[in-house]
């Protein structure tokens, strides 16, 4: 802990050999994500020089890595109690690529903008060389923008924008100068940027800044919770939706496009379900857990889940197993 009360903790990995130094960076971040690493990438140097901050309930880091590439997997979201949203800032590097289950390809984050992912939803990103920011704070400081802060995961600032550029300016300076500040004054200025970066998130998804917007939010959260209540039911459809709620298919379509599509959204919600019992509950037979949640068929269940984690229900079953025992280990 620093004098003035910030809980500060530096990690640099140059003083392990070569051979050790991103097993070093993996072994730091292992209880929150998965790295990703080349077979020849283990054995090559890697750089790693890490600043965290902890300031009330709020977490900041200023990192410097090598390229890498970091995953969040549904195994290990369903066995940790990691939650929050957590905002990257690019200070450099142009071509970073990151994947949701939203999205099922890649998509380019350059340096300069700041992407947001909710720690209860898969992520993959792959990192270019380059120093970044992170900022995990609690969902509840979305929620006056956000009803459903989960709704904010793959989402991306435009590095032209104004409101962007400022973030990044002052998240800079604040990381620079933490250990000079009273604990009182850094976290009032970490407060005062994170109400910042969801202003400036709410306006780029149309959710906050007039009457107009609200109507939005609100059209916005309640399909979400009629999706959520209806999830087990197998006629949950966008027609279902729209129908049930008597709201604008247009206006659904636009609420939803971050998402892929209404359709979309109820799918990725019926996976992340599937996967967390896949884990929660291994005595279930793989097909009760597909028609828990809503599939019509063992089939539909097996193929959409495929494509969404790159893996089978079984397999899944079969990694989980593995990661419990080299934790026991």
């Not at 090598?66 to 905002?87: C, K, L, P, Q, W």
């Not at 270019?128 to 802060?149: E, G, K, W």
């Not at 809503?294 to 893996?311: H, I, V």
């Amino acid at each position: 802990m620093l004098a003035n009360g910030i809980v500060y903790n530096r990690f640099d990995v140059s003083g392990l050999p070569p051979q050790q130094q991103l097993l070093g960076y993996w072994e730091q971040l292992g209880q929150v994500i998965e790295i990703v690493p080349s077979r020849g990438q283990v054995r090559q140097p890697f750089a790693c020089i890490n600043d965290r901050y902890d300031i009330g309930e709020f977490r900041i880091s200023d990192t410097y890595t090598d390229h890498v590439m970091i995953e969040r997997t549904a195994t290990r979201i369903s066995r940790d109690n990691a939650r929050g949203i957590g905002f990257t800032i690019f200070l450099d590097g142009e071509a970073h690529m990151a994947t949701t289950l939203a999205r099922s390809s890649d998509y380019q984050v350059g340096g300069g903008s700041i992407l947001a992912t909710d720690l209860g939803q898969p992520v993959r990103v792959r990192r270019q060389a380059c120093r970044y920011i992170t900022l995990v704070v609690p969902a509840n400081r979305l929620r006056h923008v956000f009803s459903d802060p989960e709704a904010i995961h793959g989402r991306v600032l435009d590095p032209r924008e104004p409101a962007t550029r400022l973030i990044v300016e002052r998240a800079k300076t604040l990381v620079e100068s933490f250990r000079y500040m009273p604990f009182e004054e850094g976290h009032r200025k970490l407060s005062g940027l994170v109400d910042l970066i969801v202003a400036a998130f709410g306006k780029e998804a149309g959710l906050s800044g007039s009457k107009r917007a609200v109507n939005r939010a609100l059209m916005f959260e309640h399909a979400r919770q009629y999706v959520r209540t209806n999830l087990q039911t197998c006629e949950l459809s966008p027609e279902s939706v729209i129908e049930s709620l008597g709201l604008p298919r247009s206006t659904i379509y636009r609420l939803f496009e971050h998402e892929g599509g209404l359709g979309a959204y109820i799918r990725h919600l019926r996976l992340r379900a599937a996967a967390d019992e896949l884990v929660r509950f291994p005595g279930v037979p793989i097909k009760d857990v597909g028609y828990s949640v809503g599939f019509k068929s063992a089939s539909d269940f097996t193929r959409a889940f495929r494509r969404a984690y790159e893996m089978t229900p079984q397999e899944m079953r079969h990694n989980d197993y593995r990661y419990l025992h080299v934790e026991q280990r």
